[in-house]
């Protein structure tokens, strides 16, 4: 059979009649009456093939669709072009070689001029013909669509058959349903009572989604055999394989599938500069590329050997796509999800009960997520779903501990003290020459709103918050397990997907070059060696036999990619210093603001100095932190390109670990300097330290960096879940998709039939936005975590703003995948990946973050040794003038003195400045006192014990907690009973079978007649038809 009838879907007979007519209708230019034709001969050709879900005979489903671009003459579509790839699907490939379109090898006429021809643009299309023609070979059924309302993009819908699901089925192990069910084990007795009634309670907000609520029966699951087809159940084979699991299969085929030949040779990549000579030698090779083996001839000793071309083979769709050959690959979503009249599927069901923020208060529907989507998607969603459900308790907790400051702020001795103008506590200035001495009653309110954040309860909630983060893992990894039972991945390994892994076209490409390299270098190092004429012949012979077999010799090793780390390195640390001068300018425009406002004649804007000053350089750090998101998410993809990774898996692992440590440090640097750094390294007043020998460093406030740190995380957290998170994936989108929209309806041609035409489904889902990738969801996700946790201390409201936040981007990102997205292509998985180790990372980070904020950023520690060392009466009454040393103005240095000294209204001798120092009545004045080392060795010994108790505490709730479910593993331990028993069962039914028929064959040879002068009629021949009739009747 030719490849030409392969790709038909009409008799030859009826093919060569319409293309005749059809060219001489064009000839005769009947083009304007073609709307007219078509119409005569079906009054809805789209409404029978379901608007694209189908091919034109509207019996085999769209599996697949590729997209490509093309050239044609300008004008009306022609009713040849509809026919031809509409009717006839790649068919009149002939046609092709007698009458060939413009610029593609077509006889001229004498007088007309040569037309330029796109030697690239030839290229791509033998490509597509070549690689179209092995999907054939490979079992695929193909048809094209070049009439579509796109202008220059063509179709090709590709459907999978019964027989080649079957084999794909079998060789990627995948679980599908038996005709066995069992009942699942129940719970009884208390449990079974307090089930029932939860389920009674949660039903307004259950999903209307079918197989939703607990099953009491499973149906048992066994990896697809063409030889056991019997087990399974295929009373319909069309839905045995859903759209999730035949998409899958193709794009297995599709990633496979070889290109081995070429007119012309390709580039490394799209618009990528070459060296001339290098591509001047792929040109030259090119040409015997295109050879296929039955042109192969004997070799003449002697004779000039051209060398194969080691990159003529390209594997699979992803380097088509990576080098212009095809546009865009991706499976069909199910049909609409809204609109009048819309036939009901998967698509319109998720949107309805999960895609709409007016379902936020719903379950999701994790089970169907999973059928449309994939396993990798599906165990996304239920990671964001359990995450949300544990942010629930810490949220409640946070509120109580927030509303215990707000209870006892009265009642607390240390801000009463501070307010109380009676004590006249006169500080020292803030800021040289131009601050004055100011009033500590003036931080009252500063100081008692560090209360709500700075108390005892605040402890506890850190030491809850840790062993929430250790919970929040224990219970999503039985949620994990018991979702792997659901879904029948409990004997799935990653190593499976492993083996399949194919190397991306990046790499080939680099590998192509490589050895394009060393070719040269042998052949430049055989110039100058001398070698005898049969050796030289054999060597070459060898090389042409090598062919395509090359690439897979060579393979790039550590020094190939030394200057890729070399350039990684760099770059990681220059962004990482980057981020560390922008919180360094952000300090100083802190201390020049404030200097210049404190030089304001308004006693208001003088009062309100740290809040203006904070609040503006948190907004500032707010906005860089976004940009640097942005920036540093495009170098992190730059810098693994130029890695070359080999496997998409270990692209995708080594682009997470670039974009989170660039941005972590990115978000989190600002934070860190306020909890740890400022009003640390200050000096004291008459030597203070100063940063470029002019500015002076930060103090923090009397009542301590808590509440700024509270303030700076707030702002941070909430402004980046806002903006960056909500605003930019509503809005970004949107553009994008209106963008496309305009550049699409500006290049297609605005005839009436054309603009009254409905789309197909294909077209639809091409003007959506392509996947990219699970990465930017898991890491904005893995950043709020973070801030849940890490500094949870200083801002026990986190958690309820991380939750009002999830419920909305829970909604968000469904809508997006339903309805913003190409569907993309499912992927197994049995975890969350690398993403789990970040996790426990960073919930082992905050137990020791945690600890040193509550040690070193608050006043904790140091009321805790005032209480117990140096308190006279056991209460908190003189904490404040404990903690504050005293400074004779005296001393101050010439230069810094303030110009107003009497700004106060009277004259100052002594201020306060808070530090544990000597006074300068004494003889070591300035000094450091005992009492800062007693509340040192304090600090540090809490650190240790709230560290060991708490990481103890962590590891007890891992170790109490089991990670598979109990009646998990003994449902597991069920089903692989059962399939023992099944398949023994099988052997027995074989087995009896086989007696019966011995049995029946001795009973007749016993009973029946034999005439030794007639040995036909003996039962040795009569019974030989036996066994067959026997065995399938056993088997109906």
Same mark, same amino acid.
């Given at each position: 059979?030719?490849?030409?009838?392969?790709?038909?879907?009409?008799?030859?007979?009826?093919?060569?009649?319409?293309?005749?007519?059809?060219?001489?209708?064009?000839?005769?230019?009947?083009?304007?009456?073609?709307?007219?034709?078509?119409?005569?001969?079906?009054?809805?050709?789209?409404?029978?093939?379901?608007?694209?879900?189908?091919?034109?005979?509207?019996?085999?489903?769209?599996?697949?669709?590729?997209?490509?671009?093309?050239?044609?003459?300008?004008?009306?579509?022609?009713?040849?072009?509809?026919?031809?790839?509409?009717?006839?699907?790649?068919?009149?490939?002939?046609?092709?070689?007698?009458?060939?379109?413009?610029?593609? !090898?077509?006889?001229?006429?004498?007088?007309?001029?040569?037309?330029?021809? *796109?030697?690239?643009?030839?290229?791509?299309?033998?490509?597509?013909?070549?690689?179209?023609?092995?999907?054939?070979?490979?079992?695929?059924?193909?048809?094209?669509?070049?009439?579509?309302?796109?202008?220059?993009?063509?179709?090709?819908?590709?459907?999978?058959?019964?027989?080649?699901?079957?084999?794909?089925?079998?060789?990627?192990?995948?679980?599908?349903?038996?005709?066995?069910?069992?009942?699942?084990?129940? &719970?009884?007795?208390?449990?079974?009572?307090?089930?029932?009634?939860?389920?009674?309670? /949660?039903?307004?907000?259950?999903?209307?989604?079918?197989?939703?609520?607990?099953?009491?029966?499973?149906?048992?699951?066994?990896?697809?055999?063409?030889?056991?087809?019997?087990?399974?159940?295929?009373?319909?084979?069309?839905?045995?394989?859903?759209?999730?699991?035949?998409?899958?299969?193709?794009?297995?085929?599709?990633?496979?599938?070889?290109? /081995?030949?070429?007119?012309?040779?390709?580039?490394?990549?799209?618009?990528?500069?070459?060296?001339?000579?290098?591509?001047?030698?792929?040109?030259?090779?090119?040409?015997?590329?295109?050879?296929?083996? &039955?042109?192969?001839?004997?070799?003449?000793?002697?004779?000039?050997?051209?060398?194969?071309?080691?990159?003529?083979?390209?594997?699979?769709?992803?380097?088509?796509?990576?080098?212009?050959?095809?546009?865009?690959?991706?499976?069909?979503?199910?049909?609409?999800?809204? !609109?009048?009249?819309?036939?009901?599927?998967?698509?319109?069901?998720?949107?309805?009960?999960?895609?709409?923020?007016?379902?936020?208060?719903?379950?999701?529907? %994790?089970?169907?997520?999973?059928?449309?989507?994939?396993?990798?998607?599906?165990?996304?969603?239920?990671?964001?779903?359990?995450?949300?459900?544990?942010?629930?308790?810490?949220?409640?907790?946070?509120?109580?501990?927030?509303?215990?400051?707000? +209870?006892?702020?009265?009642?607390?001795?240390?801000?009463?003290?501070?307010?109380?103008?009676?004590?006249? %506590?006169?500080?020292?200035?803030?800021?040289?020459?131009?601050?004055?001495?100011?009033?500590?009653?003036?931080?009252?309110?500063?100081?008692?709103? @560090?209360?709500?954040?700075?108390?005892?309860?605040?402890?506890?909630?850190?030491?809850?918050?840790?062993?929430?983060?250790?919970?929040?893992?224990?219970?999503?990894?039985?949620?994990?397990?018991?979702?792997?039972?659901?879904?029948?991945?409990?004997?799935?390994?990653?190593?499976?997907?492993?083996? $399949?892994?194919?190397?991306?076209?990046?790499?080939?490409?680099?590998?192509?070059?490589?050895?394009?390299?060393?070719? @040269?270098?042998?052949?430049?190092?055989?110039?100058?060696?001398?070698?005898?004429?049969?050796?030289?012949?054999?060597?070459?012979?060898?090389?042409?036999?090598? !062919?395509?077999?090359?690439?897979?010799?060579?393979?790039?090793?550590?020094?190939?990619?030394?200057?890729?780390?070399?350039?990684?390195?760099?770059?990681?640390?220059?962004?990482?210093?980057?981020?560390?001068?922008?919180?360094?300018?952000?300090?100083?425009?802190?201390?020049?603001?404030?200097? +210049?406002?404190?030089?304001?004649?308004?006693?208001?804007?003088?009062?309100?100095?740290?809040?203006?000053?904070?609040?503006?350089?948190?907004?500032?750090?707010?906005?860089?932190?976004?940009?640097? *998101?942005?920036?540093?998410?495009?170098?992190?993809?730059?810098?693994?390109?130029?890695?070359?990774?080999?496997?998409?898996?270990?692209?995708?692992?080594?682009?997470?670990?670039?974009?989170?440590?660039?941005?972590?440090?990115?978000?989190? /640097?600002?934070?860190?300097? =306020?909890?740890?750094?400022?009003?640390?390294?200050?000096?004291?007043?008459?030597?203070? =330290?100063?940063?470029?020998?002019?500015?002076?460093?930060?103090?923090?406030?009397?009542?301590?960096?808590?509440?700024?740190?509270?303030?700076?995380?707030?702002?941070?957290?909430?402004?980046?879940?806002?903006?960056?998170?909500?605003?930019?994936?509503?809005?970004?989108?949107?553009?994008? $998709?209106?963008?496309?929209?305009?550049?699409?309806?500006?290049?297609?041609?605005?005839?009436?039939?054309?603009?009254?035409?409905?789309?197909?489904?294909?077209?639809?889902?091409?003007?959506?936005?392509?996947?990219?990738?699970?990465?930017?969801?898991?890491?904005?996700?893995?950043?709020?975590?973070?801030?849940?946790?890490?500094?949870?201390?200083?801002?026990?409201?986190?958690?309820?703003?991380?939750?009002?936040?999830? %419920?909305?981007?829970?909604?968000? #990102?469904?809508?997006?995948?339903? /309805?913003?997205?190409?569907?993309?292509?499912?992927?197994?998985?049995?975890?969350?990946?690398?993403?789990?180790?970040?996790?426990?990372?960073?919930?082992?980070?905050?137990?020791?973050?945690?600890?040193?904020?509550?040690?070193?950023?608050?006043?904790?520690?140091?009321?805790?040794?005032?209480?117990?060392?140096?308190?006279?009466? !056991?209460?908190?009454?003189?904490?404040?003038?404990?903690?504050?040393?005293?400074?004779?103005? @005296?001393?101050?240095?010439?230069?810094?003195?303030?110009?107003?000294?009497?700004?106060?209204?009277?004259?100052?001798?002594?201020?306060?400045?808070? #530090?544990?120092?000597?006074?300068?009545?004494?003889?070591?004045?300035?000094?450091?006192?005992? #009492?800062?080392?007693?509340?040192?060795?304090?600090?540090?010994?809490?650190?240790?014990?709230?560290?060991?108790?708490?990481?103890?505490?962590?590891?007890?709730?891992?170790?109490?907690?089991?990670?598979?479910? $109990? *009646?998990?593993?003994?449902?597991?331990?069920?089903?692989?009973?059962?399939?023992?028993?099944?398949?023994?069962?099988?052997?027995?039914?074989?087995?009896?079978?086989?007696?019966?028929?011995?049995?029946?064959?001795?009973?007749?040879? #016993?009973?029946?007649?034999?005439?030794?002068?007639?040995?036909?009629?003996?039962?040795?021949?009569?019974?030989?038809?036996?066994? @067959?009739?026997?065995?399938?009747?056993?088997?109906?």
């Amino acid at each position: 059979m030719r490849v030409n009838e392969k790709y038909s879907t009409l008799p030859a007979e009826d093919r060569s009649v319409h293309i005749i007519n059809i060219c001489a209708i064009e000839d005769i230019g009947y083009l304007p009456s073609e709307g007219t034709l078509l119409n005569s001969l079906s009054v809805d050709p789209d409404a029978k093939c379901r608007y694209g879900l189908y091919f034109r005979d509207g019996r085999r489903k769209v599996d697949y669709i590729l997209v490509y671009h093309h050239k044609r003459p300008s004008g009306s579509r022609t009713l040849a072009r509809r026919v031809q790839h509409g009717d006839t699907p790649f068919g009149a490939r002939s046609l092709k070689q007698d009458h060939p379109l413009p610029g593609k !090898g077509a006889p001229l006429d004498a007088g007309s001029a040569e037309p330029p021809m *796109d030697y690239h643009e030839d290229d791509k299309r033998f490509r597509r013909e070549e690689y179209e023609g092995n999907l054939l070979e490979a079992g695929l059924e193909l048809e094209r669509d070049e009439d579509t309302k796109i202008h220059g993009v063509g179709f090709v819908k590709i459907h999978a058959p019964w027989n080649v699901l079957c084999r794909e089925a079998e060789f990627l192990k995948l679980k599908m349903p038996t005709k066995k069910m069992y009942h699942i084990n129940e &719970t009884r007795g208390l449990l079974k009572k307090i089930s029932s009634v939860l389920q009674k309670i /949660t039903e307004p907000i259950q999903p209307k989604v079918a197989g939703h609520r607990p099953q009491t029966m499973k149906i048992l699951s066994y990896p697809f055999s063409r030889e056991k087809q019997h087990l399974f159940d295929l009373s319909d084979k069309d839905s045995f394989f859903d759209s999730k699991t035949r998409s899958t299969i193709v794009y297995e085929i599709l990633k496979r599938t070889t290109c /081995t030949k070429a007119k012309y040779s390709m580039g490394q990549g799209e618009g990528r500069k070459k060296d001339s000579a290098l591509l001047s030698k792929r040109r030259k090779c090119g040409k015997y590329a295109g050879r296929s083996i &039955t042109q192969l001839r004997p070799v003449i000793p002697g004779e000039e050997i051209p060398e194969r071309c080691p990159g003529s083979v390209w594997s699979g769709i992803t380097s088509l796509l990576a080098n212009g050959v095809y546009a865009a690959a991706y499976p069909l979503h199910d049909g609409d999800y809204e !609109g009048e009249n819309v036939e009901f599927n998967d698509r319109k069901l998720l949107y309805e009960e999960w895609a709409r923020y007016g379902v936020f208060y719903k379950y999701q529907p %994790i089970d169907l997520v999973r059928k449309y989507f994939g396993e990798k998607i599906g165990l996304y969603f239920a990671w964001l779903g359990v995450y949300t459900q544990m942010l629930i308790p810490a949220s409640v907790v946070g509120i109580i501990v927030f509303l215990y400051g707000c +209870a006892t702020m009265d009642e607390n001795i240390p801000s009463m003290e501070m307010c109380d103008q009676r004590y006249n %506590i006169t500080m020292c200035p803030l800021c040289d020459k131009t601050c004055s001495y100011w009033k500590m009653s003036s931080a009252c309110a500063t100081a008692r709103a @560090s209360h709500l954040f700075d108390n005892p309860a605040t402890v506890f909630f850190s030491v809850f918050m840790a062993l929430w983060a250790a919970t929040f893992m224990e219970h999503w990894k039985r949620k994990q397990m018991r979702l792997n039972y659901r879904w029948d991945l409990t004997g799935f390994e990653e190593e499976e997907e492993a083996v $399949k892994d194919h190397p991306r076209a990046e790499y080939e490409a680099r590998v192509l070059e490589k050895s394009l390299k060393k070719e @040269s270098k042998n052949k430049e190092k055989r110039r100058h060696i001398p070698e005898d004429s049969t050796n030289k012949w054999k060597q070459r012979v060898k090389t042409a036999m090598a !062919g395509v077999k090359l690439t897979d010799k060579v393979k790039l090793t550590w020094r190939d990619r030394f200057p890729a780390y070399l350039t990684n390195m760099v770059s990681i640390i220059f962004m990482i210093a980057v981020t560390f001068a922008i919180v360094l300018g952000v300090i100083i425009y802190r201390i020049s603001t404030a200097a +210049a406002l404190a030089m304001n004649s308004s006693p208001s804007v003088r009062s309100n100095i740290r809040v203006t000053v904070t609040a503006t350089a948190v907004i500032i750090n707010l906005v860089v932190i976004i940009l640097l *998101d942005e920036v540093y998410g495009c170098i992190a993809r730059w810098l693994t390109k130029i890695e070359v990774p080999k496997t998409e898996k270990s692209f995708e692992e080594r682009l997470i670990f670039k974009a989170f440590l660039l941005k972590f440090v990115n978000s989190y /640097t600002p934070i860190f300097y =306020v909890a740890f750094f400022k009003g640390r390294f200050v000096g004291r007043p008459g030597d203070y =330290v100063y940063i470029f020998r002019s500015f002076r460093m930060e103090e923090c406030a009397p009542g301590g960096c808590l509440m700024e740190l509270c303030i700076q995380l707030s702002i941070i957290m909430l402004g980046k879940q806002l903006i960056q998170n909500n605003l930019f994936e509503i809005g970004i989108p949107k553009m994008k $998709k209106f963008i496309r929209y305009l550049r699409l309806k500006r290049q297609s041609p605005t005839h009436h039939e054309e603009s009254v035409k409905r789309r197909q489904r294909y077209e639809v889902d091409y003007n959506l936005e392509p996947f990219a990738g699970l990465t930017p969801e898991y890491m904005e996700m893995i950043i709020q975590f973070g801030f849940v946790t890490l500094f949870v201390a200083s801002f026990p409201l986190a958690p309820l703003f991380a939750l009002l936040n999830n %419920i909305i981007e829970i909604r968000l #990102d469904a809508k997006k995948f339903v /309805t913003e997205l190409r569907r993309p292509v499912a992927v197994r998985a049995k975890d969350i990946g690398i993403w789990y180790n970040i996790l426990r990372g960073i919930g082992k980070l905050a137990v020791i973050i945690n600890a040193f904020v509550i040690s070193f950023t608050s006043d904790f520690i140091p009321r805790l040794v005032y209480l117990y060392l140096y308190s006279k009466d !056991g209460t908190m009454h003189g904490f404040v003038n404990h903690t504050l040393s005293s400074f004779n103005v @005296s001393d101050f240095q010439d230069g810094t003195a303030p110009n107003d000294p009497l700004d106060l209204g009277y004259e100052v001798r002594i201020c306060r400045y808070k #530090d544990y120092r000597e006074p300068p009545w004494s003889e070591n004045k300035y000094d450091i006192s005992k #009492d800062f080392w007693a509340v040192l060795a304090a600090r540090l010994a809490f650190v240790i014990v709230f560290q060991n108790l708490v990481m103890f505490m962590s590891d007890f709730v891992d170790w109490v907690i089991p990670d598979i479910p $109990k *009646d998990i593993s003994q449902q597991i331990h069920k089903e692989k009973v059962l399939m023992v028993e099944l398949f023994m069962r099988e052997e027995q039914d074989k087995q009896q079978l086989l007696d019966t028929w011995r049995m029946e064959k001795e009973r007749q040879k #016993d009973e029946a007649p034999c005439n030794h002068h007639n040995p036909t009629a003996c039962p040795d021949s009569l019974g030989s038809p036996a066994p @067959s009739q026997a065995y399938h009747g056993g088997v109906l």
